[in-house]
């Protein structure tokens, strides 16, 4: 799926909590693997669901990111 994903060049935001017990914060990274520009925040506060652990900062993240998106 990856190949088919990373030419669409869509812009994508990466919100991770960097003590999620399930998935390690490692994976934010990664995750250019498939959307090359894609902007990574870890969240040093948060675990598996950041939108749960601190809402601030993750509206923080995401508002800016729609936002520039509106722009476009």
């Not at 250019?32 to 652990?53: N, Y």
């Not at 601030?56 to 729609?66: C, K, S």
């Amino acid at each position: 799926m990856a190949r088919a994903l990373r030419p669409l060049a869509r812009p994508a935001l990466v919100v991770w909590g960097k003590h999620d017990p399930y998935i390690p914060v490692s994976y934010a990274e990664r995750q250019r693997e498939v959307f090359p520009s894609a902007k990574v925040i870890v969240l040093e506060q948060s675990g598996h669901w950041p939108f749960a652990d601190d809402p601030g900062a993750v509206a923080q993240a995401v508002l800016p990111f729609l936002r520039g998106q509106l722009r476009r």
